[in-house]
């Protein structure tokens, strides 16, 4: 059983050692589509495992807990690492596309599947300072890939990116340190107990505050997001495309996990800062996207204000919050991937990212319109798409628990994203390309026009599916809040007292 | 840098250097050493060897190219993991076996994974920081 854990980080890794010696000649991308998929269909049958079984883990190296490595899958991590793998796919054949030859033979193949296999072992990983290995492992690989190329713009992006996310390892890493030094164990299941017994809580809420900025920063919350607009426009789209759909994702499901699972002793001071932080990510990143004019600048600080959305999620701290935090970072990651990928296809067909340098996208290619209106409206949270139902559940909880401000700022956000998303609209697809140039899709040579296609295609249905079918989905994210809350099972099945088929 | 005395020097300190790395590898599994601690010392035996000769040479006695290396020592170290699959042990437990000798005690030769995975790991180190240095080098 505790192989299924293995293979969705072990795949991605044995990918990039051959995708990096294969990377001279044509070989490279198809050995990297190969792996995605393999990934992609081992994280399948992780997810049908969890979905039958429970929670599950598995030991590494037969060390029991908490002693040794614990890789653990509860709903919320199977389905974060099922959605990887989809990105992934979607990258991949993106990339084969997109990805010129010179960059593949500086190892772009196989940065990305380390950058796949940090991600994935971040959400299965049941110990902090494996996690803290995996942030590693995802930084490392993003910063080649950031400045792979070695553009002025993005050696300055680059520089940018890792001073500030060095920063929050660091913190995250004193955290870890002075939670040992507190309680003797990193095992976040042992955690909870341990964490529990400590006579002097105020100590508690004092590594919980170091670990919120550490993995605060990964998530671009405010007041600390000014790295993600600073770098995400440099790369090349695919990149940006894996970087917007995932990195901050995984600040954000670390944040879940430690204020769900360990940090829950003194949530009326820790969560109440959560909700506010929420708040001001969700306004501030809106309000930054409207004083924009680049096409990726404007999606990168919507990352920002929709980060806010999914912990808002977690700082209200109810079960039909949790399920709207659960259900919008599945529902974002689908969404952001796909928006960032369009805007590679424009870039393509106009020459530009400036949105005043471009136009005419609407006249000229219908199809990508028609592509870029789904991910577009299911962000800003039209119904039927998916972002209504994620926004919908966030409302709903705070109408619940009568925090009307919440509730305002959260609808308003919505209006606002709906403001940017018709700029974009606007300016690229509607009005005529300033310099009369014709976007037709005829301007990309088919064997580059494909492969960039399909994957806007495959995640635009998947945003229309789940929001024409949230039935499933939202059930799941009513379990997956309802492991979060209380999380017996977790802790049970890492600690070894709750029996596993073998 | 074109002192004599250090080029000469340097031929000696290399192998000297490159044996130590082995050393350590294989006392690593009780001692203090290791695969990250060998790959370290064969990688400064390299660098200086750099310094005394240049890159081309240095990259000409590694014979191939240092990237390549560290990758297949990732590849190595995985797949040492994925030997227990077949007893049907969690990932990277290590196996152990016994040749000559009545018992594990007395046994001549103990070939198991986890001196596999040290390899791997000595390669990895090995090559990446190797490629470092070379990176560093070339551009001054």
Redesign the interface.
């Given at each position: 059983m505790s192989w299924l854990l293995v293979f969705p980080i072990a795949i991605p890794f044995a990918t990039a050692v051959l995708a990096y010696l294969w990377r001279n000649g044509a070989e490279g991308k198809w050995i990297s589509l190969a792996g995605s998929i393999g990934s992609l269909i081992a994280s399948g049958l992780l997810m049908s495992a969890v979905l039958r079984e429970g929670v599950i883990a598995g030991q590494m190296s037969n060390w029991d807990a908490p002693f040794g490595i614990t890789l653990v899958a509860d709903y919320l991590s199977a389905v974060m690492v099922v959605i990887t793998a989809i990105t992934g796919l979607a990258t991949a054949i993106y990339a084969m596309g997109e990805i010129e030859a010179r960059l593949e033979r500086l190892g772009y193949h196989a940065l990305f599947q380390v950058l796949i296999a940090g991600v994935t072992g971040a959400f299965l990983t049941g110990d902090l300072f494996n996690l803290y290995v995996w942030f590693e492992v995802m930084l490392i690989a993003s910063f080649g890939l950031l400045v792979l190329g070695g553009s002025k713009a993005q050696l300055d992006a680059g520089i940018k990116y890792v001073a500030l996310n060095l920063i929050s390892t660091l913190v995250f890493l004193s955290g870890i340190g002075l939670l040992y030094g507190l309680t003797g164990t990193l095992n976040m299941a042992d955690l909870r107990g341990a964490v529990a017994a400590v006579e002097n809580q105020g100590l508690v809420t004092v590594i919980a505050m170091m670990f919120m900025v550490g993995f605060g920063v990964k998530a671009a919350v405010f007041p600390l997001f000014f790295w993600l607009p600073a770098s995400y426009h440099t790369p090349s789209f695919a990149v940006s495309a894996v970087f917007a759909g995932l990195l901050t994702k995984v600040g954000v499901y670390a944040l879940m996990r430690m204020f769900t699972l360990v940090f829950v002793g003194d949530v009326g001071f820790t969560h109440e800062i959560l909700i506010w932080v929420s708040v001001l990510t969700m306004v501030t990143g809106v309000l930054g996207a409207a004083a924009q004019t680049d096409f990726r600048k404007i999606l990168s600080f919507h990352i920002i204000s929709q980060i806010g959305y999914m912990t808002l999620g977690l700082a209200l701290f109810t079960p039909l919050a949790l399920m709207g935090g659960v259900f919008y970072l599945v529902h974002h990651i689908i969404v952001k991937a796909n928006l960032f990928l369009v805007a590679g296809v424009a870039q393509k067909l106009t020459g530009d990212t400036d949105l005043n340098r471009i136009g005419g996208l609407y006249k000229s290619s219908p199809w990508l319109a028609a592509l870029f209106i789904v991910p577009a409206f299911s962000l800003a949270g039209f119904p039927p798409l998916s972002g209504f139902w994620a926004k919908y559940l966030i409302v709903m909880a705070s109408i619940e628990l009568q925090a009307w401000v919440i509730t305002f700022f959260a609808l308003l956000v919505g209006l606002l994203t709906i403001f940017s998303m018709t700029k974009i609209w606007g300016m690229a697809f509607w009005k005529p390309h300033p310099d009369g140039i014709e976007p037709v899709p005829e301007r990309i040579p088919a064997a580059v026009r494909i492969p960039m296609m399909i994957p806007i295609v495959g995640l635009a249905a998947m945003t229309v599916g789940i929001g024409l079918f949230p039935e499933p989905f939202v059930q799941f994210a009513e379990v997956s809040a309802a492991q979060l809350l209380s999380p017996t099972d977790y802790v049970d099945t890492v600690l070894g007292v709750r029996g596993m088929a073998p | 840098m074109n002192s004599i005395i250090f080029s000469a020097g340097a031929r000696i300190l290399v192998a000297l250097l490159l044996v130590f790395s082995v050393f350590m590898l294989l006392r690593g599994h009780n001692l203090p050493g290791g695969g990250f601690i060998g790959g370290l010392i064969a990688a400064v035996g390299f660098i200086v060897y750099m310094l005394a000769c240049g890159t081309t040479q240095a990259k000409a006695a590694l014979r191939v190219s240092p990237?390549?290396l560290a990758?297949?020592g990732?590849?190595i170290a995985?797949a040492s993991?994925?030997v227990s699959?077949l007893f049907g042990?969690?990932?990277?437990?290590?196996q152990w076996w016994w040749v000559g000798g009545d018992s594990y005690a007395t046994a001549v030769v103990r070939p198991n994974t986890v001196l596999v995975f040290d390899v791997g790991v000595y390669l990895v180190v090995l090559g990446s920081i190797v490629s470092l240095a070379c990176a560093f080098e070339e551009e001054v």
């Open positions: - | 990237e390549a990758m297949v990732l590849l995985l993991g994925f699959i042990d969690p990932f990277f437990t290590g």
